[in-house]
């Protein structure tokens, strides 16, 4: 006969019944937490939760109760998008990244030009005779490329 | 009485039920498309996918099916993580993107202060009087503070 957690963990408070000493969820779900509980059973309902960490080893069901308590507590404040919101916002603020990395490099291929035209004007005023041309492929600039990164997961609605 | 649907939609099919006319799933869950509600109902359950389209005004439950499908999807994919990976990947490669473009800044920086140095000493070579001062405060450089976007949603397992 298997017995019972003397204290029932917030899912089986919730669902109100008894918590066996092998509960599933019981090690994820504390009663000290009930809100927890609620939330993820609200997106996820008890069953799918249970059935989904028991299809997990046991050392990866901490972190997959963690991330879906997450999900779910974004799904709870955004009913239409979920975390689909913050992960097209991240996208977003990539390609912004992109643009301003891509902006800076310009800039500074500009400010090099016009250093090195000034340079040239200087030597022909003085009939100084420097090398200049090394300044500008000196300067290799970010190749960071952001785009890839962004498309990777797009969500494409 | 309520007339059925001549072609049952994706859900009513799966869960082996007539489809009446006015089945809240079938705008979204069509029968060409039947891998879309499994996966759904794998993750979320055809009653909570009911409900939590029934509790939104019908203009925005399309959206809602749709986010609720690549949810799903990603959780299917990384049953531990499910779409909080793309959330951690993104935020990280959002501070690797200021990292980038801090150290674009600085680069900028040291070659303002290395040519105006170098003017300065073609001034005393040539007894030129120039005004350089002007050249390090023009540059505005690029301001853009990614360290809050990244912040804004952060996963903390």
Not at 54 to 83: I, K, T
Not at 102 to 112: F, H, M, P, R, W
Request: hydrophobic share 35%.
């Amino acid at each position: 006969m298997i017995s019972n957690n003397p204290t029932r963990c917030a899912a089986c408070r919730f669902l109100r019944r008894r918590c066996p000493q092998d509960c599933v969820l019981a090690p994820y779900f504390p009663s000290s937490n009930p809100e927890r509980f609620a939330c993820v059973h609200k997106i996820f309902g008890a069953g799918n939760i249970t059935k989904m960490l028991e299809q997990l080893p046991v050392h990866l069901r901490e972190a997959a109760a963690d991330s879906m308590f997450y999900e779910a507590s974004l799904r709870v404040e955004d009913p239409v998008y979920g975390c689909v919101r913050i992960i097209s916002q991240l996208q977003h603020h990539i390609l912004e990244a992109q643009s301003e990395i891509l902006k800076t490099n310009g800039q500074v291929a500009s400010y090099i030009a016009q250093q090195q035209l000034h340079q040239q004007q200087q030597n022909v005023v003085h009939g100084a005779s420097y090398q200049q041309d090394m300044q500008i492929s000196e300067y290799s600039g970010v190749g960071w490329d952001v785009q890839t990164l962004a498309n990777d997961s797009y969500f494409h609605p």
